[in-house]
């Protein structure tokens, strides 16, 4: 069965420092992936998502990931954080085949960001 | 546009009772998806509506939940009788299509049962 793994339940760091947060996945072909965010009182929200081409995707907010085949990875990345960017990221990977696109969901990551 | 809309956003009933979650997807939305998370555990998903017929409902944990989506555009999810262990965040989603990868996710409904 397909899992994702997020290792950091929490994450704090200063505004304006980078982030990098972890996601690993276990399946046995490459599935399409994604990063949602949920900030308080609201749903999730797509940050971003690889099906397919280059390894380097730009989201919004200005979250970037990249997909490392090699590490069954999708690292999630910004550059300098901002305040409003305290929320709790979520991987999710849906297969290629199978007809199903139910998103199998990591237990997420909570952000804290210092001022 | 109105987003997918849920309601209430919090619930605190006792073991025993029972509680009625309601989700409004986005306008012409065929595909309506619950999903639960337990406290620090992953969200999982629950059943699948295309319209008002269940496509697919293969993580409803037991026959204590009722989903429901009667005329295919809003839907519920009963639980009768509430158990300790029903507590958690339950989400609501929908797509416009089954085989769009992108799903839009309500606030959820935070169910807490004592």
């Known amino acids: 069965a397909q899992s994702v793994t997020q290792p950091d339940i929490h994450i704090t760091v200063s505004e304006g420092a980078s982030l990098e947060l972890r996601c690993n996945y276990s399946y046995g072909a490459t599935p399409y992936l994604f990063w949602y965010v949920q900030s308080p009182g609201q749903g999730l929200q797509l940050l971003l998502k690889y099906f397919s081409g280059d390894t380097l995707v730009q989201g919004i907010k200005g979250f970037e990931a990249e997909f490392k085949r090699s590490q069954s990875s999708f690292n999630l990345r910004k550059p300098s954080v901002h305040w409003s960017d305290a929320a709790e990221y979520f991987c999710a990977v849906v297969p290629l085949s199978g007809g199903s696109y139910i998103p199998t969901f990591g237990r997420g990551t909570s952000l804290i960001v210092h001022p | 546009e109105a987003g997918v809309t849920q309601f209430p956003s919090h619930s605190v009933i006792e073991k025993g009772q029972t509680v009625t979650l309601r989700c409004d997807p986005i306008?012409?939305?065929?595909?309506l998806y619950w999903y639960r998370r337990v406290m620090g555990k992953e969200i999982k998903f629950l059943l699948h509506f295309v319209k008002e017929s269940k496509q697919d409902e293969s993580g409803m944990p037991n026959n204590r939940f009722l989903a429901e989506r009667t005329g295919g555009t809003y839907s519920t999810l009963k639980v009768q009788p509430a158990e300790l262990e029903d507590s958690g965040v339950y989400f609501c989603?929908?797509?416009?299509?089954?085989?769009?990868?992108?799903?839009?996710f309500g606030p959820g409904t935070r169910l807490t049962v004592l």
């Open positions: 306008s012409g939305h065929d595909n």
């Open positions: 989603a929908s797509s416009q299509t089954s085989g769009s990868l992108e799903q839009f």
